[in-house]
């Protein structure tokens, strides 16, 4: 009894699996003399990761129909004897590299994976790396003449409104902003503006600036502080820092296995 209810089962599932081998090989296009199955339309849209038992009735049909014209350009193609060029060869051939380089070191990479351990090391080890740096916001009145420049000062200190002062003075296009210059971090503006930007205070207004544009009157809107970033914010970032070094410890090691010796001056001939 037993013996006979395997056998049921076995013959079951080789009928089942049969079906839908024939199935996937029946017709479902024919180009001239060309038949192209279920099977071959389904391993055309696979790279794309695309599963045909997922898609409704009209995207089956736009994407059939584009499988369509791609084997009808090929067949078309192939009657008209075009090949690819010699550039288009070479570049086929150096695109198939590329992924024979990108295969070899995902494969390194995955026998021995970052670990979660290393990247927190990172991450705890090197904080001021992983910190949003100091940005201010910064208005500024620009003029090319230091006397108007000690005008506008005074009038400042009067109680005159700077956003006013600096659409009707500016000589740069922060002019119809009223001199706003955004949120910047330290490293945008020259030293002398700069220096004397980030040494004010939230709301202060500066002295007469002179730099290589002009003569500047500096004031902080608002200041937002260095923060330090979350662990799970960098954490991809770091992986990354990581795998490059590894890859570049990597390119290393094959220099040596492989005694590459490499002739520069020769650029130079």
Known sequence: MKKNLLFLMVFCFTILANSSYC?????????????????DFEQRIDP???????????????LL??????????TAAEDAKINL?????????????????????????NENPITDT????????????????????????????EEKAKDLLKKLN??????????????????????????????VFVKEFEDVAFSLKKGETSGIVKTQFGYHIIRVDDIEE????SFLDV?????????????????????????????YSLLEK
Request: no cysteine; aromatic share 6%.
């Open 226 to 229: 260095s923060k330090q970033r």
């Open 65 to 74: 129909d584009q499988f369509v014209r791609e084997k009808l350009f090929i």
């Open 158 to 187: 009067e109680g005159a409104s700077f956003e006013e002062l600096a659409k009707e003075n500016n000589i740069d296009v922060t002019k119809q902003r009223g001199g706003d210059l955004g949120w910047a971090p330290k490293g």
């Open 48 to 62: 794309m990761q695309i599963k045909t038992q997922n898609l409704n009735s009209d995207m089956k049909k736009r």
């Open 118 to 145: 290393e990247i927190k090391q990172v991450y705890d080890n090197n904080p001021q790396q992983f910190a949003t740096p100091e940005r201010r916001k910064l208005r500024h009145i620009i003029v090319s003449d």
């Open 235 to 263: 954490k991809q970032e770091i992986r990354r820092k990581l795998e490059e070094q590894r890859i570049l410890n990597l390119e290393q090691q094959l220099k040596k296995r492989y005694n590459v010796q490499v002739d």
């Open 85 to 109: 060029t010699e550039k288009q060869e070479k570049d086929l051939e150096r695109m198939k590299q590329m992924l024979l380089i990108n295969n070899y070191i995902e494969k390194i990479l």
């Open 23 to 39: 199935e996937s090989e029946k017709i479902l296009v024919k180009i001239g003399k060309q038949s192209f199955t279920i099977k």
